[in-house]
């Protein structure tokens, strides 16, 4: 999961990343001011931006419309310190409000499990099949099966998501620090690591190939 924070210092993201590594796989980029996030989500997609409240409405307003109109399912999570200030930040059409955020990371990543609890999961468990995301291991009736950095995180990023469709520019998104520099030859290459593995323990293939639109995990 890609993540945009707005407005941070450089040590709250470390603390809050810290915090996020418990829950999920994820990638945190960090903003200075909405000028500056603009220019991140134009060129990146993100599951989540955490946005902290910075008074200036109409900017909040115009970003959070950009924000959604990019990609709907797009949370977007405001970090106040104005308790009066909440419920006009629901009617901008944010997802969730944090009050008295700043001495408690832990907490603001309580709420970013809370609101993207459907990408969470230690394990995926199907029937036969165990995919271990914090020990990255897989296993498929008690039958070990090797996979390594990116083509295990791209089957773990899938299997979360089940029947969803995601290009491959969104995978790239999700799991590259940089991903600017990686071409789309790099995530073939790791889809077919994945098939081939897969496939001579399992018999079948979990990820498939949805036609002009990218990939799918379905079991």
Known sequence: ???????????????????????????????????????????RHYELVIIVDEGIKFSLERYVNEVKKKKSETKIIILSQDLKAQASFFDLGVDDVVYQHS??????????????????????????????????KIEYDDKIVSLNGKTFDILAYLALRKQRVFSKDEIINALW???????????????????????????????????????????
């Not at 915090?19 to 989500?41: G, P, R, S």
């Not at 790099?186 to 949805?210: C, D, P, Y």
């Open 177 to 219: 620090e940089e991903p600017e520099y990686v071409s789309d030859n790099t995530v073939e290459v790791a889809i077919n690591q994945i098939r081939k593995r897969l496939k001579s323990i399992l018999g079948f293939q979990v990820i498939h190939t949805v036609r002009r639109r990218g990939y799918k995990f379905s079991y």
């Open 103 to 136: 001495r408690y990371p832990d907490l603001v990543a309580a709420r970013v499990l809370s609101n993207m609890r459907h990408l969470f999961g230690t394990h995926v468990n199907i029937e036969k099949l165990v995919i271990d995301i914090a020990n990255k």
């Open 1 to 43: 999961m890609r993540i945009l924070t707005v407005g941070f210092s450089d040590e709250y993201v470390k603390e809050l990343e810290k915090e996020l590594e418990k829950y999920f796989i994820c990638i945190v980029d960090n903003a200075k001011d909405m000028y500056d996030a603009t220019n991140f989500t134009d060129f």
